[in-house]
Structures are given as structure tokens and as C-alpha cells.
């Protein structure tokens, strides 16, 4: 699905408009969770529910990919006009987990990249003997996972705590 279309469905969904907060988007997802599970909610179905899940995990990923972005207040439908039309100001996301996540995603990414370039992506091979790019591949992920294990630890209900967990469980790979 075009990722324009996606960022409308999901706003119009969940009740939010562009210049979003974490705390508006978790605020927004509790309430219509309680409408829409299964279980507890108006319906039996867990289509909404699913559905729901799919739209709050968009805005979750919009927010992890533009955490400094803030639209102007006027009020302005968000089909109006494209994305990059819009006007933004920007300002640092006051979110202070948020910029560690953030910080240990880049360094994550830049060293699983490193790691592959090295390889020229031949196979991999988890052996320490035979692959030394894996040991330094290592040894540049150890500070990302102690990163995200903070955050568990201390920031359990962030939102980011989540994803810090399917991180360290996703890292899991290159220890196996």
C-alpha cells in the first residue's frame, strides 16, 4: 500500500491528525482497543481489532522515521494536500527514550551493513575461526543490545520498549 495512503488510513482510523504525540497515539489505541478486542469490546470479530493493530503500528513506525517533524496547527485536512507540501517546522522530540532507540537503531543497521559490505554478502558463517567480519560484527552490537536492554529495564512501558525487545530477540541471529 502507497505510504501516503497508509499515513491518511491510519490518522483517519485512529482519530489523529499530522503533528501527532506518542502519548496521543497511545491514548487513541487504548481507547478504540477496548471498542474493538474481541473479548471485551462491541464486537466478536477480531477484524477491527487486527486492523487496528496494523494502523497503530504505522504511526508507531511514522513516528520512529519522522520524530522531529511538526506540522503546522492550521487546520488542514490530511488529504488536502501531499505530505511534502505540507509546512514543517522542525524541533528535537522531546521523547528522551525515543532518541536512544534511535541512536541504537542507526548503529544497528550501520553495523549489519558494514558487516555485509565486508562479506561482499557471501553466506553466512557463524564461526568465529572462519569469519572475523562476525567477531567485529559482534563487538559493534554489543553496545546497540545493552541499549535496548536499558530500555526494557527501565522504560518498560515506553512504546519503544516493544521494539527494543524484538530487537534483542531479532540480534539473537548473529550469536546463535
Same mark, same amino acid.
Given at each position: ?27 487513541? =489505541? ?5 471498542? +474493538? ?33 511538526? +506540522? ?28 536512544? =532507540? ?13 558487516? +555485509? ?30 541499549? +535496548? ?28
Amino acid at each position: 500500500m502507497d505510504k501516503k495512503l497508509l499515513l491518511n488510513d491510519s490518522l483517519h482510523f485512529l482519530g489523529l491528525s499530522l503533528g501527532f504525540t506518542e502519548s496521543e497515539l497511545k491514548e487513541s =489505541y487504548h481507547k478504540l482497543a477496548k471498542k +474493538y478486542h474481541p473479548d471485551s469490546g462491541e464486537f466478536t470479530s477480531d477484524v477491527m481489532f487486527l486492523e487496528l493493530n496494523k494502523h497503530y503500528e504505522s504511526l508507531k513506525d511514522y513516528l520512529l522515521i519522522h520524530p522531529e517533524d511538526e +506540522y503546522s496547527n492550521r487546520e488542514i485536512a490530511v488529504e488536502e494536500a501531499p505530505l511534502d507540501a505540507k509546512i514543517r517546522t522542525h524541533k528535537p522530540s522531546k521523547d528522551p527514550i525515543f532518541h536512544e =532507540y534511535k541512536l541504537a537503531k542507526e548503529k544497528e543497521t550501520e553495523a549489519i551493513l558494514r558487516y +555485509y559490505e565486508k562479506r561482499n554478502l557471501h553466506p553466512i558463517e557463524l564461526s568465529d575461526n572462519l569469519n572475523k567480519e562476525l567477531v567485529q560484527l559482534r563487538k559493534d552490537l554489543e553496545p546497540v543490545l545493552l541499549v +535496548y536492554a536499558e530500555i526494557l529495564k527501565k522504560h518498560s512501558t515506553s512504546i519503544w520498549a516493544k521494539d527494543a525487545k524484538d530487537s534483542l530477540e531479532r540480534l539473537r541471529v548473529w550469536w546463535s
